[in-house]
């Protein structure tokens, strides 16, 4: 009788954890000094930190996990998008991080515990990046829009000591487009006043991950299943693309003691492309349009700096406050020529938008000295950012007069937080972490294409979370939390002015925004059971239960002889998580084996969503993950291999009260090898996509009273291939 897939890989990574658990009951063989070796091979004080993080994520009650810069840049990935794709638990579609089992809504990032205001995750050059903190549970001190969880980048911090370093790394690579990438990086110290200035220059970052080629294949039948109408189209797309960002930060202590950090991200990218989309009618009526060709131009220039003081004031009491602002200005352009199916031109098409983002954003928390067995902290938050959105369409008719069609609206977003946490050690090993949190959001809204709207929510958070260590070593330990969470709508969902569409249809509807829309309310139980060897033997199992509330779906029906698509809320959503993972040298099981690290993780989903048609009502569109990550370091020769290997099921999903969908996912492997030339130099090679998975596939199908449509989408796929050179000055 043959056996799931899933059943499989969850027998082999228990049995893992069991010989894991059982070897780390024998005694270690006394010729296989693990532990001395990997000492030997620490070399920079970048990694000392690292472990210094892990090792206090391992005694606090708030559970967290730490992904190191070296971690993240092995594979020579020049943005965090292409990083994190290899991070087990992680995924990355359409340039959004999302923890696994939901989707990117759900996931928070931040930078340094904020919202990235005013900039992108993807403006942060790598080489500025220090850490990754991924936070499976909620955490007063963030904001409690994290249902699915919390992923923090921690930025470096300034130069400790006075002796300046500066780096240079530059990266060619080929994903369907040539890329190119130039690093720079200084740092240093001058008395009171250190600093640390990152600035990265690419070409073609963006463009080298969009598909060349698309094709998609669509019918409409009626409720008996005849087919009504069957075309298909190809995209074809070249574009190319630029960027530069620089991140400085700088650190002065003032005589009194006081920290003040600042810290100002800028970027600015701008870019082209030509495209063309082809239709082909094989049954029914034919559209109006039979084929378009489209000429796009974007820029965009982001704005973020922050000003930090850091003090203690009598009593022990420690103060740290922020306050900064930020901005974002984006213009993009588009023109297209539309033409009937027998070829003449029908009608052209110009956009032209223009976005300006201007906020101010504040923060603070206060910690009380209390005695040894509490650590006390209340703090705030609060931004303000106002959006101004002017949208010019001009439709010119083959041989008729122009017809301009201006939109412009205007968004106030106001949002507030205060928090208090405790983190209390009852016992000498064990601590219990009890958070509160209050935040609002306010949207008030104008427009010449839409109705004048204000938008207020509070969501009140309480979080609990424990940690109970099994013995004085702490090498095992016990987790449990229970937090409330909430997502709150997008503000597309809510303001958004009507976007027509050309050939508007089921596959092909309008968009008008919903400003009734209400929050996604969550309860979340975590549980985790840790080990942590002083051998490198490493194991977890981790479970988590949740229930979702107000679920954000889109909606499909037909007004004033045309096809819209807007958010509501829809059901409710109840999800369960198993993951199991390892990591282990392979010299703690083999005396003689080589200079192998091996990590194994394997999740486990399930999920039923009320309300939506069986039984396809599920979360996420697949059942589970594996993922397998080795590191090999030679004896003989100054170089370090590795890889990163995904597996997982998928199956169809239906994301709305009208919609399932069947997303292809194929398994992935990656491969990298670096080679150290001398102490300050070193050239890396990384081949992902090994397995030359061309082309990803999405079905979806539509169920609408009287009729059923289905679309399904082929997108390219290639090998990519980065070459990087390092030197440290």
């Known amino acids: 009788m043959p056996y799931p897939m899933s059943s499989v890989l969850t027998l082999l990574l228990s049995n893992v954890l069991v010989v894991s658990a059982h070897a780390q009951q024998a005694p270690a063989p006394q010729s296989a000094p693990a532990v001395k070796a990997e000492g030997k091979q620490e070399p920079q004080k970048v990694e000392v930190q690292a472990r210094g993080e892990v090792q206090a994520a391992r ?70 990046i220090d850490r990754i903190e991924i936070y499976r549970t909620a ?19 300034s130069a400790a000591t006075s002796q300046p370093a500066r780096t240079i790394k530059l990266t060619a690579a080929y994903n369907q487009r040539e890329q190119g990438t130039v690093e720079f990086n200084d740092s240093g110290k001058n008395g009171n006043l250190s600093h640390n200035v990152a600035v990265t220059a690419s070409l073609n970052n963006v463009g080298s991950s969009i598909p060349r080629t698309t094709l998609t294949e669509q019918s409409i039948a009626d409720s008996n299943g005849k087919v009504l109408q069957q075309y298909n189209s190809n995209m074809d797309k070249r574009m190319s693309d630029r960027d530069i960002r620089i991140v400085p930060r700088f650190t002065y202590k003032t005589a009194n003691n006081i920290n ?45 700096s922050t000003l930090r003081a850091m003090a203690s004031l009598d009593n022990d ?47 603070g928390k206060v910690s009380f000295p209390t005695n040894a067995e509490h650590d006390i902290v209340v703090g705030w938050t609060g931004s303000r950012t106002v959006v101004n959105i002017d949208r010019d369409q001009t439709d010119i008719p083959a041989g008729g007069a122009a017809v301009f069609l201006p939109q412009n609206a205007r968004n106030e977003l106001t949002k507030a937080a205060i928090y208090a946490q405790d983190e209390w050690k009852f016992q000498k090993n064990s601590s219990l972490y009890l958070g509160l949190r209050w935040e609002s959001l306010g949207i008030a809204s104008e427009g010449s294409a839409q109705q004048k709207s204000d938008y207020n929510t509070s969501v009140l958070s309480p979080i609990v979370q424990t940690m109970w260590q099994l013995n004085p070593e702490n090498t095992d330990r016990i987790r449990v939390g229970l937090a409330r969470t909430y997502q709150a709508p997008n503000d597309f969902y809510l303001v958004s002015p009507k976007i027509y569409s050309v050939n508007n249809s089921i596959q092909n509807p309008n968009f008008v925004g919903n400003p009734t829309l209400r929050p996604e309310l969550a309860w979340g139980l975590d549980t985790a059971f840790e080990h942590n060897g002083k051998d490198g033997l490493n194991y977890s199992a981790r479970a ?13 029906y037909f007004d004033n002889n045309a096809w819209w698509k807007k958010y509501v809320n829809a059901g409710s959503a109840r999800g369960a998580s198993l993951e199991l993972s390892t990591q282990f040298p392979l010299k703690r099981f083999m005396t003689d084996a080589p200079d192998l690290d091996v990590s194994l993780t394997y999740i486990h989903f399930w999920s039923d969503v009320k309300g939506f048609p069986e039984p396809y009502n599920q979360l996420n569109p697949y059942t589970y993950q594996f993922t397998l990550n080795m590191n090999y370091r030679m004896k003989a020769l100054p170089v370090t291999m590795g890889m990163n290997a995904r597996l997982q099921d998928v199956h169809w999903q239906q994301i709305s009260l009208t919609d399932r969908e069947y997303v292809k996912s194929p398994a992935t492997l990656d491969l990298y090898a670096m080679w150290k030339i001398d102490k300050q130099s070193s050239l890396r090679l990384a081949v992902n996509n090994i397995t030359n998975s061309n082309m990803t596939d999405q079905t979806v199908i539509s169920n609408v009273p009287g009729f059923i449509s289905s679309t399904r989408t082929q997108n390219e796929r290639a090998r990519q291939i980065n070459l990087s050179y390092e030197h440290k000055f």
């Open 139 to 157: 955490n007063a001190q963030f904001s409690t829009q994290a249902v699915g969880g919390t992923v923090n980048i921690i930025l470096k911090r």
């Open 544 to 556: 988590k239960i949740q229930q979702i509330n107000d679920l954000h779906r889109e909606t499909l």
């Open 317 to 363: 009491i420690k103060l740290d406050i922020s306050g900064g602002f930020h901005a974002n200005r984006m213009k993009n352009g588009q023109t297209s020529s539309n033409f009937a199916p027998d070829g003449k031109l029908s009608f052209d098409r110009n956009y032209d938008t223009n976005v300006r983002v201007l906020g101010g954003h504040t923060s």
């Open 59 to 128: 005694q606090e009650a708030a559970a967290r996990t730490i992904i190191s810069n070296a971690d993240l840049v092995k594979f020579g990935d020049t943005n965090i998008f292409d990083a994190m794709r290899k991070v087990p638990g992680v995924q990355v579609n359409n340039n959004k991080i999302q923890l696994a089992g939901l989707n990117a809504n759900y996931t928070q990032v931040l930078i340094d515990g904020e919202p990235p205001r005013g900039v992108n995750v993807e403006d942060i050059p790598m080489q500025m």
């Open 260 to 304: 003040l950090i600042s810290t100002t991200m800028f970027a600015h990218a701008d870019g082209e492309a030509d495209s063309g989309r082809a239709y082909q009618f094989l049954q029914g009526p034919v559209l109006d349009i039979g084929s378009i060709r489209y000429h796009d131009t974007n820029n965009r220039t982001s704005l973020n």
